[in-house]
């Protein structure tokens, strides 16, 4: 079976669009954004940058960044404690402060750290077998902490996301099926049989990351060409694809679904010219590719047949479409996956759940006398004077501590009753800013969207209100907007029109 990955994403793969995530769909991949090994060695907090908050958060995979094999052979043993089902190292990464000033990410690709690259592979690949090793033998000597030999104890996948090529600050430009296939070649002597492939070069030092994502090239041909060179190898193929029928192009040929059943119709050639132009894509296609027709010269036809699908080609990830348009991934469970039905099919069901999710994460801190402040997972323990505030009353019941009052005149948060001690923010701009981010894009290309997110941002800006938490604003954005819009079904992946689908091939092409 096939597999659909999240890419990780810095300030987007939060435990919060984790969770939304999985409520949309049960079988997607999850991952943490970058998490430094150093960050790992020396953080006071790890619950907070490993914790994961969920089981049902699996299968899930943590991406660690850095340089050094001693933090990285300690770091992978860490992870694989924490219970992640897989450890992944970020070869991909282009920004100045990670490739540039601190020298790991996709810098680790270049001929001058390639070395470093295959030692840090090497003790990562060494780190999750001798752990896995010594848990068994605890286990066979009745260790006491089961938590931990059955994590220790079981096998965990160690990975590498890179790019097709690069180009650094010095104008080096390595990037050619014949570097790429030598970098891939030593990393598997080093343990490591699986990759993730972003179909670009990087370009280090010339382009920010975000024009890293659009400005070079998409080189699929070069993808297939790497899984048929390495036929012992996985492959996972990320860059520009659009939604889920590319997606499942890409992994079962053109018109092919999981199960076969699927009646693909000829719209579907949108984004790859007519399908009779496409024939064995490793010869036809090339890069610049006039086929496709892109502005930069991308190439990013499918396999024209399921027979011409590499049978190490394992899966697909898609990054910015899951932040743009998180609705399209509803679908994933019955159309990429070939699942009889999804988990949810209209928007008000995924903000219910969503919102439960928050309320037990997150707890209002409108009716309690604690002084601690809701920064982060997990939040401090209240007690509740009331059931609710006046201002979250509607949602979650009337004040019972006195009807006669109103809770902005009851003393809740200290000795005297002034307004700005009851209007003392006691959960941090951050934990709302992440609550929020996840959710302000689920109504992408419906009407009265930008209302839903107007309303959103004027909520949280509200200090008389934030102590009533993220599901609380959430809430009260939705009781703006018809319901017949919060009910209104999901539209199936076939039935989608082309502008319902981000679009991040080259430049000009986002919609």
């Known amino acids: 079976?096939?597999?659909?990955?999240?890419?990780?994403?810095?300030?987007?793969?939060?435990?919060?669009?984790?969770?939304?995530?999985?409520?949309?769909?049960?079988?997607?991949?999850?991952?943490?954004?970058?998490?430094?090994?150093?960050?790992?060695?020396?953080?006071?907090?790890?619950?907070?940058?490993?914790?994961?908050?969920?089981?049902?958060?699996?299968?899930?995979?943590?991406?660690?960044?850095?340089?050094?094999?001693?933090?990285?052979?300690?770091?992978?043993?860490?992870?694989?404690?924490?219970?992640?089902?897989?450890?992944?190292?970020?070869v991909d990464c282009p920004s100045s402060r990670v490739s540039g000033k601190r020298q790991f990410g996709a810098v680790l690709m270049a001929s001058e750290h390639q070395d470093t690259c295959y030692d840090v592979v090497a003790a990562m690949k060494n780190a999750s077998e001798e752990q896995r090793l010594h848990g068994i033998q605890s286990k066979s000597n009745?260790?006491?902490?089961?938590?931990?030999?059955?994590?220790?104890?079981?096998?965990?996948?160690?990975?590498?996301?890179?790019?097709?090529?690069?180009?650094?600050?010095?104008?080096?430009?390595?990037?050619?099926?014949?570097?790429?296939?030598?970098?891939?070649?030593?990393?598997?002597?080093?343990g490591c049989c699986k990759f993730f492939i972003h179909a670009r070069k990087c370009v280090i030092g010339g382009l920010t990351p975000a024009q890293n994502r659009l400005v070079p090239p998409l080189n699929y041909p070069r993808f297939f060409e790497l899984c048929h060179r390495f036929p012992h190898c996985e492959f996972i193929i990320n860059g520009g694809i659009p939604g889920l029928e590319a997606a499942r192009n890409l992994c079962y040929g053109y018109g092919n679904s999981a199960n076969d059943t699927f009646a693909h119709n000829d719209e579907s050639s949108r984004n790859h010219g007519n399908i009779k132009n496409i024939k064995l894509f490793n010869y036809t296609h090339s890069v610049p590719c006039k086929i496709c027709n892109a502005s930069n010269g991308s190439c990013t036809a499918p396999p024209p047949k399921r027979e011409f699908v590499p049978s190490n080609l394992s899966g697909v990830m898609i990054g910015r479409a899951a932040m743009e348009n998180p609705t399209m991934f509803w679908d994933v469970d019955r159309y990429f996956y070939g699942a009889e039905q999804n988990p949810t099919m209209h928007r008000r069901q995924v903000l219910e759940q969503y919102c439960a999710y928050l309320e037990k994460t997150y707890p209002r801190r409108c009716c309690d006398i604690d002084e601690r402040i809701t920064s982060r997972i997990p939040a401090p323990v209240v007690e509740f004077l009331s059931s609710a505030c006046d201002i979250c009353g509607e949602f979650y019941g009337n004040n019972d501590i006195n009807n006669n009052n109103k809770i902005s005149k009851i003393s809740v948060h200290g000795p005297n009753n002034s307004k700005e001690q009851v209007r003392k923010p006691k959960i941090s701009s951050r934990v709302i800013d992440r609550s929020l981010k996840p959710i302000l894009g689920l109504f992408f290309g419906r009407p009265k969207s930008k209302l839903f997110r107007r309303e959103c941002d004027r909520l949280s800006r509200d200090k008389n209100v934030r102590n009533c938490g993220p599901a609380y604003i959430i809430r009260k954005a939705m009781s703006k907007m018809p319901s017949a819009l919060l009910e209104e079904e999901f539209i199936r992946t076939e039935d989608l029109n082309d502008e319902d689908v981000p679009v991040h091939v080259s430049p000009g092409s986002s919609r």
């Open 1 to 90: 079976m096939k597999e659909l990955h999240i890419a990780p994403m810095l300030d987007v793969s939060t435990p919060e669009f984790h969770n939304l995530m999985r409520i949309l769909s049960k079988k997607l991949v999850l991952w943490t954004e970058m998490v430094v090994d150093e960050t790992i060695m020396f953080s006071n907090d790890l619950d907070h940058h490993l914790a994961i908050s969920s089981e049902e958060l699996h299968p899930i995979i943590c991406q660690v960044g850095g340089r050094s094999a001693e933090y990285c052979y300690k770091a992978t043993q860490i992870v694989k404690e924490y219970g992640y089902d897989e450890i992944n190292l970020n």
């Open 142 to 190: 009745n260790d006491s902490d089961d938590n931990y030999t059955s994590n220790s104890s079981r096998s965990m996948t160690i990975s590498v996301k890179t790019r097709v090529g690069i180009e650094t600050e010095d104008g080096t430009c390595c990037d050619d099926i014949e570097y790429l296939s030598d970098f891939i070649h030593k990393l598997q002597e080093k």
